[in-house]
């Protein structure tokens, strides 16, 4: 819903429209990224990212933002026509409608954020945004630092590379390893496919961070809301992205 921007901050309780007017005169609001100075200023919470200095503004009341431990053998979607598990049976007691930001595949377990602010989960989604998505994956035996480099020189899927930000090896046993890996992207089965690629398939893959969010010790099958510190980190990223525009 667009309204003058006054209205916008008085409704979340910042501050007075009076006072509103002044931050605005002092230069001190910035919509997107650019400050702001226009009374008349229509903005829409749901779209615009508003800062007072560098506080954010709250989204409109109604947003619920949530991150999940998936557990293997659960499946990303409202519903699934074979009658398997669908990761929303493991959310109790919230009456709103939401959805995954994204998925996981149906054997990978970690951190999936379920939300109903579709544009916070544009922010998360869009590749023109470059927001890290970290996993820990165990893999057949111990790759070389060639087959390493080889992942983060890109590997060819479906006619375009795939590159992996940052990969190496926290763990050995005689069979097997675990590597930290992580990518920008989303695509299909993209951390299967790209370690069979380099004769190292995956034998469990947990994703531990998607941008500044932390799967830390959140028990497999459990979730939280996210913290206001966390929604803030994440709609900064969509007004930097905007004053980067502006140069």
């Known amino acids: 819903m667009r309204e003058r921007i006054q209205k916008?901050?008085?409704?979340?309780?910042?501050?007075?429209?009076?006072?509103?007017?002044?931050f605005m005169r002092q230069k001190?609001?910035?919509?997107?990224?650019?400050?702001?100075?226009?009374?008349?200023?229509m903005v829409d919470l749901d779209y615009d990212t508003i800062q007072l200095d560098d506080k954010i503004l709250q989204p409109a009341e109604g947003h619920i933002y949530i991150?999940?431990?998936k557990p293997p053998g659960y499946i990303c979607t409202a519903s699934d026509p074979q009658g398997r598990p669908t990761i929303l049976s493991l959310i109790r007691k919230v009456p709103?409608?939401?959805?995954?930001?994204?998925?996981l595949d149906f054997d990978t377990e970690g951190l999936i954020v379920l939300t109903n602010d579709g544009s916070f989960a544009q922010i998360l989604q869009h590749p023109?945004?470059?927001?890290?998505?970290?996993?820990?994956v165990k893999v057949h035996?111990?790759?070389?630092?060639?087959?390493?480099?080889?992942?983060e020189g890109g590997i060819l899927l479906?006619?375009?590379?795939?590159?992996?930000?940052?990969?190496r090896v926290i763990k050995r046993t005689k069979k097997n390893s675990w590597i930290e890996f992580s990518l920008y992207e989303g695509r299909n089965r993209q951390v299967k496919r790209m370690l069979a690629a380099i004769g190292h398939p995956a034998l469990r893959i947990i994703r531990t961070s998607f941008g500044p969010l932390s799967l830390d010790r959140l028990p497999q099958g459990s979730y939280r809301n996210l913290r206001r510190l966390e929604i803030e980190k994440i709609r900064k990223i969509k007004a930097e992205k905007a004053i980067k525009g502006q140069n």
């Open 8 to 22: 916008a901050i008085a409704r979340s309780g910042l501050a007075s429209r009076r006072k509103a007017e002044e």
């Open 28 to 41: 001190r609001l910035k919509v997107n990224g650019v400050v702001v100075t226009k009374l008349g200023t």
């Open 67 to 69: 991150v999940l431990h």
């Open 96 to 103: 709103e409608r939401i959805y995954p930001v994204g998925r």
């Open 128 to 136: 023109s945004h470059n927001i890290p998505r970290g996993y820990e």
């Open 141 to 151: 035996g111990v790759p070389a630092r060639g087959a390493l480099s080889a992942l």
């Open 158 to 167: 479906d006619g375009r590379m795939a590159y992996a930000t940052h990969v």
